[in-house]
């Protein structure tokens, strides 16, 4: 087996995605983490400066969806095919569109402002996307964004929702059945769930 060393802040953030497929691959990776104050240090040893970064066996990987895409193929949880592999990539990069979208309510330093930011963020986009989600589930009939099987899609759903609902309660998923049933199951895996009860702590 290769040995993994993933290269993240300490937070979940762009790098859980692939923490969430290693898990529920079962395969075992060191799952390194710094604090901000430790970035500058580190910043030059990395593929264009940025993270998070895979290394397999002292090789490196950057770009979050490159990695998490890498992983899942290697892992049997990208698709049965390639039309199920492009649905998933195509529902990964949704939610790496939605990360974007919150980030400037996240930087955001005013208090007030920040909380006008997230309310239009959730009542904007997010509800936007949920009802399209929402469709596409209930016309897939299975339970799965993608096919009959787990896929790194439902992680990245998983992954990304399950911290909305965390930071702001369930409300926004009153109308989203089959979105709230797809975050349980994922959220029910044995391997997932094992890995959230032991991760770090951190706010996102």
């Known amino acids: 087996m290769p040995v993994y060393k993933l290269h993240y802040f300490n937070l979940r953030g762009r790098a859980e995605l692939a923490r969430l497929i290693m898990s529920q691959a079962g395969v075992e990776f060191e799952d390194v983490r710094f604090e901000r104050t430790e970035w500058p240090a580190l910043k030059a040893t990395m593929p264009f400066g940025q993270v998070p970064v895979l290394e397999v066996d002292g090789q490196m990987l950057a770009q979050s969806n490159t ?27 949704n939610i790496g569109d939605l990360m974007t979208g919150m980030r400037p309510a996240f930087l955001e330093k005013d208090a007030e402002k920040q909380k006008e930011l997230y309310e239009k963020f ?5 509800a936007t996307h949920v009802a399209i989600v929402e469709k596409q589930l209930e016309k897939n009939g299975t339970g799965h964004l993608v096919g009959k099987e787990l896929t790194w899609a ?51």
Request: net charge negative.
């Open 67 to 93: 990695i998490s895409r890498y992983l899942a193929r290697k892992h049997g949880l990208a698709g049965k095919d390639e039309w199920e592999q492009g649905l998933a990539d195509m529902y990964a990069d």
């Open 122 to 126: 959730m009542t904007e986009t997010i």
């Open 154 to 204: 439902d992680l990245a759903y998983y992954g990304f929702f399950s911290f909305l609902v965390e930071k702001f309660g369930e409300d926004f998923l009153k109308d989203a059945s089959h979105l709230k049933s797809l975050i349980a199951l994922v959220e029910e895996l044995p391997n997932i769930k094992k890995w959230v009860e032991s991760r770090p702590k951190t706010e996102i």
